[in-house]
């Protein structure tokens, strides 16, 4: 079963939480300790992910698959489901296929639709790491530098090294999940409109807020509002953080 976290009280509505490529649950920390004031909220590592399991199979379907035996296993009623990019994703193929088991969705700068990025300049330089160098994490950091430019995308990255009494490992599966680049960077099929209460997230300067993306989301989804928070990025719950939780809250708050 996948690795996850409960916070908040089980009797309140239940929020399941799945974050992005390449992330973890703990990405989500800040989001989930808010919204564990008034909701029970269960912060999900995906397969090929932080302390879930490690499989060479990787699609949307598998991934839904995961998550709805932890949504059964912990006997969750309608609850709401919250995904991050590739998380939003695989909610979207959840409730799609399991729609009346959901009391709404979030989705968070990701459309269905196809995107055509390639990550595999951020996996390559992973992998080249010899980790029986390592002394520390900061060792780590000064080999990507010149690969990885930018100081947040190694720190979130970075988040995946850990150590135990063997040494150095990567939680995330790089090999696995480099190799399914196309089944992530496409989009689950969608067999029927989700009629679902939706809200979509983006950032006005996310490369994934589209025209395209825009309109394919008002042919898919039959009771959805979308919201864009200006000059936000990828990364809205770090970036913007007291816009993305003020969206969040009202749009809770409407029933």
């Known amino acids: 079963m996948l690795n996850f976290v409960e916070q908040g009280n089980a009797q309140n509505q239940s929020i399941v939480i799945l974050h992005g490529l390449f992330g973890s649950l703990k990405n989500w920390n800040q989001v989930s300790k808010q919204l564990a004031k008034d909701y029970y909220v269960i912060s999900v590592d995906l397969r ?3 302390d879930s399991f490690k499989s060479d199979e990787m699609s949307y379907e598998l991934m839904a698959d995961d998550v709805y035996q932890l949504i059964q296993s912990l006997l969750l009623n309608t609850p709401i489901i ?18 009346t088991l959901f009391f709404q969705l979030i989705v968070v700068d990701i459309a269905p639709v196809n995107y055509q ?5 951020l996996v390559e330089p992973i992998l080249s790491i010899d980790l029986n160098t390592l002394s520390s994490r900061k060792d780590a950091d000064e080999l990507l530098k010149d690969s990885i430019k930018e100081d947040f995308v190694r720190l979130f ?4 090294l ?3 009494e063997s040494g150095w490992y990567w939680k995330n599966n790089w090999k696995v999940l480099s190799g399914n680049n196309t089944n992530i960077t496409n989009t689950p099929i969608f067999n029927s409109t989700i009629g679902v209460k939706t809200l979509f997230v983006f950032g006005s300067e996310s490369e994934y807020y ?23 990025n990828h990364w809205l719950h770090y970036q913007k953080a007291d816009q993305f939780m003020s969206i969040l809250k009202q749009n809770l708050l409407q029933k």
Do not use: C, W
Not at 87 to 98: F, W
Not at 117 to 121: E, L, M, W
Not at 157 to 160: E, P
Not at 210 to 232: A, C, H, L, R, W
């Open 48 to 50: 090929n992910h932080g």
């Open 82 to 99: 919250m995904g991050h990019s590739m998380g939003g994703k695989v909610s979207m193929a959840l409730v799609e296929k399991y729609p």
């Open 117 to 121: 990025h390639s990550f595999n300049n």
């Open 157 to 160: 990255l970075l988040q995946s």
């Open 162 to 164: 850990a150590k135990n």
């Open 210 to 232: 589209t025209s395209e993306g825009v309109e394919t989301i008002k042919q898919n989804f039959d009771n959805v509002s979308i919201d864009v928070i200006e000059g936000g």
